[in-house]
């Protein structure tokens, strides 16, 4: 079953149920290790509004909820590796567990410059939940990267949060781009 996405269509990739069932194991896993801390969740918008949303509905130690704004793809199906930042995190992070929210983590270009910017205010840690990695499209490696939901293709996905050209955000499921 196709899915039109403004101009282009899309392939189920990734169901819904699933990403539940993985949101929540790592939710668990986080609760486990950050036991007794209050880490700032920082999501990284807009790509990860829905993840985020999820995970904190599902985390068992108490956490303050922050984002930032940043973009790199502009409309097309690939990363521009240019990164416009939009709006900062509002939480004093120093001192500060930070755990960064992530939809997508694909050259890295957009963590790496996250990280070294935070870095600069001391925070205690810095850790990286990201739901979807493309191996293959790694370009900067991220040693904070610890939590990862799913491994896929290198490919364009929209859907739970990602967006083509604004559209598709709301899909329950992670969709492909597929060649008409
Ligand atoms: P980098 O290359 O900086 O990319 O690791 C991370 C950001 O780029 C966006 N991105 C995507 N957005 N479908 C999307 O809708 C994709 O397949 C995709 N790959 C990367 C995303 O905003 C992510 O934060
Ligand atoms: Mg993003």
């Known amino acids: 079953m196709k899915t039109a996405v403004a101009d282009l269509n899309f392939e189920l990739l990734i169901p819904y149920d699933r990403l539940e069932a993985r949101i929540k194991e790592l939710a668990h896993e986080i609760s ?39 973009a790199s793809y502009f409309g097309g199906t690939s990363s521009t590796r240019r990164i416009r930042d939009d709006f900062d995190l509002t939480i004093d992070v120093k001192g500060r567990d930070i ?35 493309k191996p293959e499209a790694i370009e900067i490696s991220i040693e904070e990267l610890k939590y990862v939901g799913f491994q896929i293709p290198n490919e364009f996905v929209v859907g739970y949060g990602l967006d083509y050209k604004e559209q598709g955000r709301g899909l329950m499921g992670i969709y492909r781009k597929v060649n008409n």
């Not at 807009?46 to 909820?65: C, Q, R, W, Y």
């Not at 957009?110 to 939940?129: M, N, Q, W």
């Open 32 to 70: 486990t290790d950050f036991k007794g801390r209050n880490p700032v969740v920082a999501g990284i918008l807009t790509g990860s509004f829905l993840f985020v949303a999820d995970m904190v509905k599902n985390l068992e130690i108490p956490v303050e909820v922050t984002f930032t704004k940043l």
């Open 99 to 133: 755990i960064l929210v992530e939809d997508i983590v694909d050259t890295g270009n957009t963590l790496h410059y996250l990280i070294d910017k935070l870095k600069v205010r001391e925070p205690a840690s810095i850790t990286v939940c990201t739901l979807l990695l």
